[in-house]
């Protein structure tokens, strides 16, 4: 009895709708899978994918894999292809950035004469060599560097467990101390300006701005939420984990003017439609996204003549802020704005609410 080196591509429906097949590669199987999910219509979502099922079932019957590949020689330029092939994150956002950071990786590789070498090879001092260019070239910011490293250890890792490489070259590599953050909180008179201004020239931007100050929604989480995400009988908004930056579900109170834009907003659009869509921020069937968010902001604040530091993130320091002088409780903050613990939460309080530290007032005069 033959056995296949490989488990037939199959289409799976539903909300993580993708194709998937396993194959063998040395002595263990790999999963592949290849998400549709892109595609809103469920009839061309499931006539694409049967149609892609059926496309692959015929080249593993016939004898390709995608082993045979790493098989015949791990060059960095087939190691990255593989990479690029089989496990790029699931978000749109995230999918564009780490295909970003790959390809410069490439560009830079082909320049260096990497890019067809055993990738095995290439090794810290490389590693360094790259971080130090992009460092150079692109001006980065401590921040910046540290996310080029980030996601180059995440390649890197992959393709040390896919036996690629033997160590991770970006591994041992320290992170730079980043600097205090550049945005900053927003006073209230400038809040006020960048509202009125939004009203009369970006109309469509003034719900998305409201979402950041009051519930402190971040830009990128704005563009996956859909209409079923708001519970207009509930005044909430519920976040769902693989649409928060924390991958962790939360409801978030609505306040009731904020409810109200809402329901004009939203109308009668499906509960399916995203919240915000590329059609000038409608609801609708493609997801806008944060570049075009931040573009809206750019326009405000250059009209406005506003410093870059107050970016459209800092609505949501600002919102933070605001809420802090009016909450009874740290908890109610720290929920509404979904912090990590409450020592985030307290900095807000503190500034809100400062308060005298009753034993310092109460020293005697020592000299």
Known sequence: ?????????QYYPGKDARVEYYYMCKDQWIRKRIRVNHITNEIERE?????????????????WSPANEQSEGQTMRKALRFYLGNFLPEREDSI????????????????????????????????????????????????????YLTLMRTVFNKLKEQ??????????????????????????????????????????????MKL????????????????????????????????????????????THVLHDLVKHVGNSRSDHYLFSSLNLKPGLKSCNSRLLAKKWNKIRKALMLDDSYQMYSLKDSGALALAKNVDSPIELKDQFRHSSLDTTSIYIRKAKPVANVNIMNMKEEW
Not at 181 to 192: G, Q
């Open 163 to 208: 036996q690629y490489v033997s160590e991770n070259p970006f591994g041992g590599i320290s992170k730079k101390k980043p600097k205090e953050k550049k945005r900053k909180v927003i006073p209230t008179p400038i809040l006020r300006d960048i509202k009125s201004w939004a009203n009369n020239y970006l109309p469509e931007l003034v719900l998305p």
């Open 47 to 63: 006539r694409y994918a049967l149609a892609l099922s059926k496309s692959l079932n015929e080249q593993l019957y016939s004898g």
């Open 212 to 255: 950041i100050f009051y519930c402190g929604i971040r830009p990128a989480e704005l563009c996956r939420l859909k209409v079923e995400n708001v519970r207009f009988d509930l005044s909430l908004i519920y976040i769902e984990a693989h649409q928060a930056k924390d991958h962790e579900s939360a409801p978030i109170s609505l306040p």
């Open 1 to 9: 009895m033959t056995h296949l080196s490989f488990k037939p591509a």
């Open 96 to 147: 564009r950035t780490y295909k970003s950071t790959v390809s410069i990786f490439t560009d830079w590789c082909e320049k260096k004469s990497y890019i067809d070498k055993d990738c095995s090879l290439f090794s810290k001092k490389q590693a360094l060599e790259f971080l130090a260019d992009m460092n150079i070239s692109r001006k980065l910011t401590a921040r910046s560097y540290n996310n």
